[in-house]
Nanobody, 123 residues
Framework: QVQLVESGGGLVQAGGSLRLSCAAS????????MGWFRQAPGKEREFVAA????????YYADSVKGRFTISRDNAKSTVYLQMNSLTPEDTALYYC????????????????WGQGTQVTVSS
């Protein structure tokens, strides 16, 4: 089993930045591809970004491409989401997720989920 704990969310002004962290415990972190998803009130869960086991490849939703960067530090068993140029449309509860695979791009592929961290962007 794998436990995931997100942190780093908060309130930020439009145009600002936040860095989310997701710390993992349990199985070997490097065996899992990692992803970030978000869910806003009244909307369905949305894919944000993903990174392969080794960190060699990354994937992004069109809505965040060029603004967000996903990275991982396998030595620290942690995945990050650097969010720049934030807009109110980025306001959501952000979840990290893990899958025992090379990579995953849809929520159905992921096995483990964190509790979420709230990101609120004011205008």
């Amino acid at each position: 089993q794998v436990q995931l704990v997100e942190s780093g969310g908060g309130l930020v002004q439009a145009g600002g930045s936040l860095r989310l962290s997701c710390a993992a415990s349990g199985r070997t972190f490097s065996n899992y591809a990692m992803g970030w998803f978000r869910q806003a009130p009244g909307k369905e869960r949305e894919f944000v970004a993903a990174i392969t086991r080794s960190g060699g490849s990354t994937y992004y939703a069109d809505s965040v491409k060029g603004r967000f960067t996903i990275s991982r530090d396998n030595a620290k068993s942690t995945v990050y989401l650097q969010m720049n140029s934030l807009t109110p449309e980025d306001t959501a509860l952000y979840y990290c997720a893990a899958v025992w695979n090379d990579y995953g791009l849809t929520y159905r592929e992921y096995q483990y989920w964190g509790q979420g961290t709230q990101v609120t962007v004011s205008s």
